[in-house]
């Protein structure tokens, strides 16, 4: 019965989002993909701006559309994020093992292309659809056991968002050392072809998304100096923050690793949050590579079934905006403020669930020994 609900709205709202992204046929920060595509294919006829600073697995990737037309180039950048959008909601299900005629195969696909961070890909022309594409195809892969080909995504992940290389760290918890060298490898390799063609760095960016100067920073340095928070507290907390980041993957590997998938989901979203908060630029459509971390509440033992941290995932998922003619600066700061905060939310909620979680282990155990 309430899968005869959410289809229709499901399928609707991902038209209208589609149909929403059509208003501008050439949005600025697809032009700015645009043109470091077109500098690659021509690097001595083409000069780089700031604005146009892109990953080499972006600028790799995208260098194809650059034979078109920006209009034409935009209509298959657009057709494909909605195509590689709808694979990664089908491997998301495969991954957590929802059949598509569950009721959360329609919930999932409402979800994400309502959500802020989706329709920010669809309305400005990033990349984002093809990074969680990555990261959900390697996850999907390790857990299959496809050394090989998850090292080969995880290295399209790494190439596309370079500020994303903490993920490395993931399989060789696993001792699955041979993925995290090939990641690398490919990493590396996309860097060396892309510079080799370039002539120098010029141009080279950390991230597959963002790209325009214009794009508000998120990071936690921007929000520090935002509060004016002295260079040595600044830093000071940047320490706790990896510092959380580091624990909340040791208690993940502590508590989960039983199960792979909720084990790699944590770990990885711990480690995604915690690159987006210290990168030196961070952008609030980094948020779409945490999809897959607020798909897990349907995993037991997830370290999303709790109130803080759907309160964190509101906060920089939301496409709502919180300016108001009536409390201007109020809703400024709640509006600048929203997205980093949500991911320090989240990022601190992780780690106290699952450092929750281990008397209650301990305690399982012990009683379990003496029912013995």
Not at 52 to 65: F, R
Not at 240 to 249: P, W
Request: hydrophobic letters at 60%; glycine letters at 8%.
């Amino acid at each position: 019965m309430v899968a005869y609900i959410v289809w229709p709205l499901a399928v609707m709202v991902a038209v209208q989002r589609v149909w929403w992204s059509l208003a501008d046929p050439t949005p600025g920060r697809f032009l700015a993909l645009y043109d470091a595509s077109f500098r690659f294919l021509n690097p001595h006829t083409a000069f780089a701006s700031g604005e146009s600073a892109l990953s080499p697995g972006a600028i790799i990737l995208t260098a194809p559309w650059a034979v078109l037309d920006p209009d034409q180039a935009r209509w298959v950048q657009l057709s494909l994020s909605v195509l590689t959008l709808l694979g990664a909601w089908v491997l998301l299900l495969r991954l957590l093992q929802i059949p598509m005629w569950s009721v959360l195969a329609p919930v999932f696909l409402l979800v994400g292309f309502h959500c802020g961070p989706v329709t920010d890909t669809l309305l400005t022309g990033d990349l984002g659809a093809f990074v969680v594409l990555a990261l959900v195809t390697w996850l999907y892969l390790t857990v299959k056991g496809h050394q090989v080909a998850a090292g080969v995504a995880l290295g399209a992940v790494v190439a596309l968002m370079p500020i994303f290389a903490a993920l490395l760290v993931v399989p060789l918890l696993q001792r699955r050392w041979r993925e995290s060298v090939l990641a690398a490898v490919i990493a590396c390799a996309a860097t060396a072809l892309v510079w080799a063609r370039l002539g120098g760095g010029d141009g080279l960016g950390i991230s597959a998304l963002g790209g325009t100067a214009a794009a508000a920073d998120r990071s936690f340095f921007a929000l520090a100096e935002y509060l004016h928070i002295p260079t040595v507290g600044t830093v000071a907390i940047a320490v706790v923050i990896a510092v959380v980041a580091i624990a909340a993957v040791a208690l993940a590997y502590s508590r989960q690793r039983g199960n792979e998938v909720l084990f790699l989901i944590t770990a990885g979203g711990a480690l995604v949050l915690a690159c987006c908060l210290l990168a030196p630029v961070g952008h609030g459509n980094y948020s779409i590579a945490l999809l897959p971390l607020v798909g897990s509440v349907v995993l037991a033992g997830s370290a999303v079934r709790v109130w803080p941290a759907w309160l964190a995932i509101y906060a920089f998922g939301s496409e709502q905006n919180w300016y108001s003619t009536h409390f201007g600066g109020f809703g400024e700061h709640i509006e600048v403020l929203r997205v980093p905060a949500g991911w320090l939310l989240l990022l601190a909620t992780i780690c106290a669930v699952l450092t929750a979680a281990a008397p209650r282990t301990r305690a399982g155990a012990a009683e379990g020994a003496d029912s013995k």
